[in-house]
């Protein structure tokens, strides 16, 4: 068993839409929980971070954890055509916060 | 105010060769991460190194890859002898001291190709 799943897509969905990407886990040991964007070709960056059950929200895109059933998800409001990448969710255990664990993305096309 | 940067960006090289990957990590940061993509695969942790030091391994092939992060320069990850499964995408990442540990940012890759 993997120690992160994320359902690869590829997901498609209108303009204005809101999106949910998510991700489960093995280990309840994990102790942060992150989400990253790759365009096509770069390098993954850095949208949000979260180590506690619950809501966080950065403008469009909001995290969550459930710790209990060890699923976190990501939803983006108002989806454009700019969101349109693979979005990584990633975990750090804890004791070796350095290290993340990725899950295989998922890719998102908003369609204008 | 330079990102992290990797070079070569792509990168051929022949069963056998040896592949040299180097990164520079955002000014000011002193941890250096790398990773590597596999196809229809994520992000694979490989190696955490400080200045000097190589700190967590656990991800590292056990023959023909090593990794150094010298007092000067850039990061060096070095392939021995690559096979055609080396084919990927490696990415570095860095952070800084008294950062959040899992604030890393990614440099933008070297495409390694075996043929």
């Known amino acids: 068993q993997k120690e992160v799943e994320q359902d690869p897509g590829p997901l498609s969905v209108p303009e204005g839409a809101i999106v949910s990407l998510n991700c489960t886990y093995s280990?309840?040991?994990?102790?942060?929980f992150m989400w990253y964007r790759q365009y096509s070709r770069k390098g993954p960056e850095l949208l949000m971070y979260?180590?506690?059950?619950g809501n966080k929200e950065d403008g469009r895109f909001t995290a969550q954890v459930d710790k209990s059933s060890k699923y976190i998800s990501l939803f983006i409001r108002d989806s454009q055509p700019s969101d349109s990448a693979t979005y990584l969710c990633?975990?750090?255990?804890?004791?070796?916060?350095?290290?993340?664990?990725f899950g295989t993305g998922t890719l998102l096309a908003v369609q204008p | 105010n330079a990102g992290v940067m990797q070079n070569p960006r792509h990168l051929v090289r022949r069963r056998g060769q040896e592949a040299r990957l180097r990164c520079s990590p955002m000014?000011?940061?002193?941890?250096v991460y790398w990773y590597r993509q596999l196809p229809e695969e994520g992000l694979k942790f490989m190696v955490y190194?400080?200045?000097?030091?190589?700190?967590?391994e656990s991800g590292m092939p056990k023959e023909r890859f090593s990794a150094e992060f010298p007092k000067e320069g850039p990061s060096i990850l070095r392939i021995q002898q690559v096979v055609r499964g080396d084919s990927a995408a490696y990415f570095c990442?860095?952070?800084?001291?008294?950062?959040?540990?899992?604030?890393?940012?990614f440099g933008p890759g070297t495409r390694l190709t075996v043929t």
């Open positions: 990442a860095s952070s800084g001291l008294g950062q959040i540990p899992y604030e890393q940012y």
């Open positions: 280990n309840s040991a994990f102790q942060y």
């Open positions: 979260t180590y506690s059950s």
């Open positions: 990633a975990i750090t255990p804890r004791g070796a916060t350095n290290k993340l664990i």
């Open positions: 000014k000011g940061h002193s941890h």
């Open positions: 190194l400080q200045k000097e030091n190589i700190i967590d």
